[in-house]
């Protein structure tokens, strides 16, 4: 028997573009957002107990120092979330699942059904007022691939571990 691998030239395979990806629900960003006031909430306490606390801060131009630049990093990571939440979205395709995400650094992960070992859905309690939960894809191979769609609706993230375990043929 001859073995053959003949080249595909690239003009010739199909097109990422023409997939219609679904984009994540809008309670998604009020979950990031919820999530950023937190961390920035916290962060101002931890400049807060600095300067009430250390002698050092005690001057009134570090204390403003310190808090102007923590004002602009909650602006840029307020704008960031933004700005991630409107590039991240997800396909489900007959024999792969897609997910784009990202705006500094792009990504784009494909992961075939027959790769797929589990499924995990996962919900912590802010998601789960919000109706939303994230789902895994956890794919065979050494290198412990895990595809994750976080903060969808959590009857869409059922659905679609049943049917990524219908595809995959296993109870995952």
């Known amino acids: 028997m001859l073995f053959e691998n003949q080249q595909i030239p690239a003009a010739d395979l199909p097109s990422v573009a023409s997939v219609q990806f679904q984009l994540l629900p809008p309670q998604a960003l009020q979950l990031r957002i919820i999530g950023w006031a937190i961390f920035q ?8 107990s600095f300067v009430v606390f250390n002698e050092l801060f005690r001057q009134l131009w570090l204390a403003l120092l310190l808090f102007a630049c923590w004002g602009l ?34 990504r784009q992960l494909t ?14 309690p802010i998601a789960r007022s919000l109706g939303l939960g994230s ?8 290198s412990g691939g895990r595809l994750e769609i976080s903060d969808i609706e959590f009857q869409e993230a059922e659905r679609i571990k049943q049917f990524i375990a219908q595809k995959a043929g296993t109870d995952v």
């Open 73 to 106: 990093q909650a602006l840029y990571c307020y704008w960031l979330t933004r700005k991630r939440f409107y590039r991240e979205a997800y396909a489900i395709r007959e024999r792969d699942l897609i997910h784009v995400k990202g705006y500094w650094r792009y």
């Open 111 to 124: 992961v075939p059904y027959v790769r797929v070992q589990h499924v995990e859905i996962k919900q912590g």
């Open 135 to 142: 789902i895994s894809v956890y794919t065979a191979g050494n």
């Open 41 to 48: 909430g916290v962060l101002f306490l931890i400049g807060l």
